[in-house]
């Protein structure tokens, strides 16, 4: 039997741990097994209920563990047996019972009933409503743990002890109902994460031979052609092989429009396709995929503490002790060295003991935390912990990569300038004859501008390039140039007639190209890289979100630089910087303004987003890169998403500093009320349980926060 629950050594072992409401008691919990022996090190992440074990983890001795508190665990490979329900019910069945007795006792004291048919039942609801407690405290006193339910279970017994049965059920009863509320509320927290998981389907339709079946999702292999209907949902990253169709990716990118797909598109797990049937080749496994890799990064984000949770961990550790020291000198100088009463000073020490449970400070910051990384991977954003939420919630300034970032990289056709008698559509039509030919970057934008229009490139004589120059070629027996104007200028052909427009157009940031023969200019096409439709209203937003100075930082030169600059309306830009002068550049603004985010690609300027105080990287979806190396990714090309993030962030630190405020005041307020004898039982209870649910649900606002329209 031991051997049987001995788990298979293994440097990292993986279990779901259920039953968790308390932080405090599971930050305990872990400290227990990480100290178990042939444990290196053990890690619980609360709200996902997963406990990370290094080392040989012997599953009998963690359950052990497990027990004190109450908690079912398993390994995360075997099969799930639903008790979350049962644990509840059972909850609600002790709650009931305890208010049932509670109310039957006090209805007969009222009544004048003696006291030997109260009593009875103010026990029964004593006994049933802190069961918990008592079951806890009896494995953490031995060993010394002064935790929260050893402080419940003084007060229970002192008060039995001093003979005041009603506050003594009453503090039971109330406290059954906060461990219900608590339930509640961290299983509300856990629900958005089991929403991404139960994205993806767990069956895959694919073709096997000549047959099409239904296979479990994990028996599907890399290279498999799997089969889509309209309305399905996708089961597997994969590369569509034939038909078209629009797909929900809401749920990896967060964008609300369906996205056009077509042979060699990719399709990401958990996406919906709309309406086409798709032939759809596998790429990666059911555990590789882009949805699984999300998940388990937000998993991590959730366990990772943030600053302020570090600061409130640490402030527990000493407040505890002091409060346990506080409550024993309440208790015993008044009696010994005053000769007060025993009971009313045992009474107002019991009183301080309910009320100085640290519940509501350790709850503060994990619960916010957890709902606004929630919240953001909802809605296409993955911040990668507690410590990037608060610094992306810090940022004074923001810094982007012009290409890919607030540009789209990809040249377009911005003028057409059409000289003489000659149309547009004619102009277009002679320049991408002839860039057709040419593999120039720019050249594709002029023959897509073609294709858009219908139009198709004529055969060209005698083609040939002049690099740095232009291209020239005969369309219908005339030698047709189409370059710069040092083309004409070394063809001998005066320039003053186009100069001025070719300037202006420069000025503007695009690149021009000029049309003409050997005889006249037919006119100017101008190309520049395209802004994203977003930019500027991006920008915009993150002024109204308190973002003090907006930067563009590019390679680009001083003329494209200044256009885009305009056009987006950042504070200021830098032209034709190289790698390490972004660095530079970066540095500088964090000597400035302390807390400085970069915006990028995810893979060029990887440097500069390493310095900044948060990299965010762009079009995560897909790019192992970004979702490896960012602190935030947004994982779809949408710049909408980067003000969402830092007002969900600046969100999160507000509610984080209301949380721990008004649990710090509470606690003050109600330990000053110890001493001349206003608090008592009863609202020891109600404050230590009213400010935990109170800061639990202030925190879980962040999950309804919504990107501005």
Known sequence: MAQAELAKPAATVVFRVEGITCLDC??????????????????????AGKLTVEGVADLRAIREEAKKEGYQVTPLDEKRVATAGVRRNWALLRTLISALAFAAAYALSRAGAASDLSVPLYIVAMLVGGWGNLRRARYSLPRLEFNMSVMMASALIGAAAIGQWEEGAGVAFLYSVSELLESWTMEQGRRSLR?????????????????????????????????????????????????????????????????EKGPGDELFAGTFNTHGSLEVEVTKRVEDTTLVRIIHLVEDAQAKRAPSQAFVDRFARV????????????????????????????????????VSCPCALVVSTPVTIVSAISNAARNGVLIKGGMSLEAAGAVRAVAFDKTGTLSRGRPVVTDLVPLGSISERDLLQLAADLEARSEHPLSEAIVRAAEAQGLRPQAVEG???????????????????????????????????????????????????????????????????????????????????????????????????????????????????????????????????????????????????????????????GSDTALETADVVLMADDLSKLPFTVRLSRMALTVIKQNITFSLVIKAIAVAAVFPGWLTLWLAVLADVGATVLVTLNGMRLLRVKPEK
């Open 319 to 354: 407040y505890t002790p002091v409060v346990l020291a506080l409550a024993a000198l309440v208790t015993l100088v008044p009696p010994l060295l005053l000769g007060y009463d025993w009971s009313a000073w045992l009474y107002r020490g019991l009183a301080l003991l309910v």
């Open 195 to 259: 929403q991404l998981i139960n994205l993806a389907p767990r069956m895959a339709r694919i073709r096997r031979g000549v047959e099409d079946v239904e296979v479990p999702a994990e028996d599907v292999r890399v290279g498999d052609v799997m089969l889509l209907r309209p309305g399905e949902k996708i089961a597997m990253d994969g590369r569509i092989l034939k038909g078209e169709s629009a797909v929900n990716q809401a749920a990896i990118t967060g964008e609300s429009v369906p996205v």
């Open 26 to 47: 599971a930050a305990k919990f872990e400290e227990n097994v990480g100290g178990l022996p042939g444990v290196a090190s053990a890690t619980l992440n609360s709200m």
């Open 463 to 621: 083609f040939s390039a002049r690099p740095g120059r232009g291209v020239q070629g005969a369309v219908d027996g005339e030698t047709l140039y189409v370059g710069n104007l040092r083309l004409f200028e070394d063809l001998g052909i005066s320039t003053e007639a186009v100069s001025e427009a070719v300037r202006r157009l420069q000025g503007e940031g695009k690149t021009v190209m000029v049309v003409g023969t050997a005889a006249s200019f037919l006119g100017i096409v101008a190309v520049a890289d395209e802004i994203r439709e977003m930019s500027r209203s991006a920008v915009a937003q993150l002024k109204r979100a308190g973002v003090g100075r907006t930067v563009m930082l590019t390679g680009d030169n001083e003329a494209t630089a200044r256009a885009v600059a305009s056009r987006v309306g950042v504070d200021e830009f830098r032209a034709e910087l190289l790698p390490h002068e972004k660095v530079e550049y970066i540095e500088g603004l964090l000597a400035e303004h302390g807390k400085v985010a970069m915006v990028g690609d995810g893979i060029n300027d990887a440097p500069a987003l390493a310095t900044a105080t948060v990299g965010i990287a762009m079009g995560g979806a």
